[in-house]
Structure formats: structure tokens, C-alpha cells
């Protein structure tokens, strides 16, 4: 069984950041790529950004130049930081792993005000 807890969501004011984690655990054979995406209210779930085990990062193009993604490849753990936050970044944020197949965080809550 894998499990991912998410953390840090939160309210923030537009223009303010936000750190978001994401622990994995369990029985986890390697893990390739971790990363996050986001879904707003209405919408579909899109990517915002991912990370693999040498480091290789992709951005979605709404989170380049204020989102860093990282990860500890012992801990198993991915970061977001986001920076200049908002109103649009509004969404429930899940993290992700891709192992022998793919696993999901519960999500978390990420609210900007404008």
C-alpha cells in the first residue's frame, strides 16, 4: 500500500506564497517522476509540474518563473514552492507519484484572494 499526505494548502492573499509537500510511503519499488497537479472548481484536472529522479523538471507554462518544484529522493518527498500567487492558482493541489504505476494524494486546498 502507498499513501501520499499532502500539506501546506492554505489561504493566501494574491501576490503572497505558499509551500506545498507531499510525503510518500509504504511499499514503494522506485519511484520515477513526482510531481502536482491542480483542478479548479469546474474545470479538469491540469498539470502544474514534475520532477524525476535525475532532476529533470517540466513546468506547466501558468507556473513558470513562480513555482519551484523539488524533491528528496531519500525521503521520498516533493516540494512546490509557489511565489506571486494568484487568484487564478485557486484549486485543489494533488501531488503524485509515477512507480511501477501511478499513485495520488488526497489534495490540498489552495485558496488566493484577490
Known amino acids: 500500500q502507498v499513501q501520499l499526505v499532502e500539506s501546506g494548502g492554505g489561504l493566501v492573499q494574491a501576490g503572497g506564497s505558499l509551500r506545498l509537500s507531499c510525503a510518500a510511503s509504504?511499499?514503494?519499488?522506485?519511484?520515477?517522476?513526482m510531481g502536482w497537479y491542480r483542478q479548479a472548481p469546474g474545470k479538469e484536472r491540469e498539470f502544474v509540474a514534475s520532477?524525476?529522479?535525475?532532476?529533470?523538471?517540466n513546468y506547466a507554462d501558468s507556473a513558470k518563473g513562480r513555482f519551484t518544484i523539488s524533491r528528496d529522493n531519500v525521503k521520498n518527498t516533493v516540494a512546490l514552492q509557489m511565489n506571486s500567487l494568484k487568484p487564478e492558482d485557486t484549486a485543489v493541489y494533488y501531488c503524485y507519484i509515477s512507480s511501477l504505476k501511478n499513485y495520488w494524494g488526497q489534495g490540498t486546498q489552495v485558496t488566493v484572494s484577490s
Open positions: 520532477i524525476t529522479s535525475r532532476g529533470d523538471i
Open positions: 509504504g511499499s514503494i519499488f522506485s519511484i520515477n517522476r
